[in-house]
């Protein structure tokens, strides 16, 4: 257990539709990343959180929003799903800008878009 | 930019033979460097980091880089694989931005198969 905590695992949901990942981040943790992983794009960042605010973004698609909450977990927003969209996605935490520690990341969720 | 190319999708080895996977970066600036690695069906989990210290790492399991800034490589290496480290691996580059801003920029990465 690496001590962030994301749900649900599996989501099987059709295209137009809207999911929300949630994810806990480590304790002591501040930052949160989110990330994209499929076999076509492989690892592609989507976005980081510190302390609430947004901080950095990668290639996260307009349809996609992310937020921080006050107790530091945070949520992925999906809406309009595309077949495309079906991936892994992880979360990620760090203390604070990880760049010396590394990130430890969750088990992820695997989004399927039928 | 930052980024990192590894060398090979695919590499197949046989249990207790030499494992190599090849990483190179680029990087205007110094850069941090990370190898992860991720089972099946699991999330990456951290091997070994590079953070301007000493050139050769040691990670867990048995791992070890070289940061060769002459290169611009970090190539991960264990002196003989084990069945068990059949999985994906993934280099990673980070740079300082200051503040809490950052991003890790991940490789393609590269599965490992051990065979008998």
């Known amino acids: 257990d690496s001590g962030v905590t994301q749900t649900p695992k599996h989501l099987i949901t059709a295209t137009g539709q809207r999911v929300t990942l949630r994810c806990s981040p480590r304790s002591g943790d501040l930052s949160v990343y989110w990330y994209q992983q499929s076999l076509d794009q492989g690892l592609q960042f989507l976005i980081q959180y510190y302390n609430g605010e947004e901080r950095a973004k990668g290639n996260i698609l307009e349809r996609f929003s992310a937020q921080q909450f006050p107790d530091l977990h945070s949520e992925l927003n999906l809406s309009s799903l595309e077949l495309g969209d079906s991936a892994l996605y992880f979360c990620?935490?760090?203390?604070?800008?990880?760049?010396?520690?590394?990130?430890?990341f969750g088990s992820g969720t695997r989004l399927t878009v039928v | 930019a930052q980024s990192v190319t590894q060398l090979g999708s695919h590499v197949s080895v046989s249990e207790g033979a030499l494992v190599l996977l090849r990483c190179n970066y680029s990087?205007?600036?110094?850069?941090?460097l990370f190898w992860y690695v991720q089972y099946p069906n699991q999330g990456l989990q951290l091997l070994l980091k590079?953070?301007?210290?000493?050139?050769l790492v040691k990670g867990i399991n048995g791992f070890e880089a070289e940061f060769k800034k002459s290169e611009t490589s970090f190539h991960l290496t264990k002196p003989s694989a084990h069945m068990s480290d059949a999985a994906e691996y993934f280099c990673a580059v980070s740079v300082p931005r200051g503040g809490a801003t950052n991003k890790l920029i991940f490789g393609t990465g590269t599965l490992l198969a051990v065979q008998p």
């Open positions: 990087s205007s600036v110094p850069p941090y």
């Open positions: 990620a935490s760090s203390v604070a800008g990880g760049v010396v520690d590394g990130y430890t």
């Open positions: 590079y953070t301007s210290a000493a050139t």
